[in-house]
Nanobody
Framework: QVQLVESGGGLVQAGGSLRLSCTAS????????MGWFRQVPGKEREFVAS????????SYEDSVKGRFTISRDNAKNTVYLHMNSLKSEDTALYFC?????????????????WGLGTQVTVSS
């Protein structure tokens, strides 16, 4: 069983920045793709970004392109989400997820393990 623990959320003003981190348990982190998703109450979980197992490939939801960057440090079993130019519509509970194969996916149903989430609130 893999445990994923997110951190780095908080309250930030519009235009500000945050860096989310997600650390995974286990010794096989480098084999698997990782993703970030977000959810607001009453809405479905939404894809934000994903990264391949080796970090060479990334993918982003259109509304965050150019503002968010996903990266990973396989030596630390950690994936990051760098968020710049934050907007009020970025307010959500952010989850990281692990897909137990090499390749990325924007679909939440393709991911096998999930963290409990970290709240990001952007004030306007």
């Amino acid at each position: 069983q893999v445990q994923l623990v997110e951190s780095g959320g908080g309250l930030v003003q519009a235009g500000g920045s945050l860096r989310l981190s997600c650390t995974a348990s286990g010794r096989t982190f480098s084999r698997y793709a990782m993703g970030w998703f977000r959810q607001v109450p009453g809405k479905e979980r939404e894809f934000v970004a994903s990264i391949s197992s080796d970090g060479a490939s990334t993918s982003y939801e259109d509304s965050v392109k150019g503002r968010f960057t996903i990266s990973r440090d396989n030596a630390k079993n950690t994936v990051y989400l760098h968020m710049n130019s934050l907007k009020s519509e970025d307010t959500a509970l952010y989850f990281c997820a692990q897909r137990r194969i090499l390749f990325m996916s924007p679909s939440a149903s393709d991911y096998d393990y999930w963290g409990l989430g970290t709240q990001v609130t952007v004030s306007s």
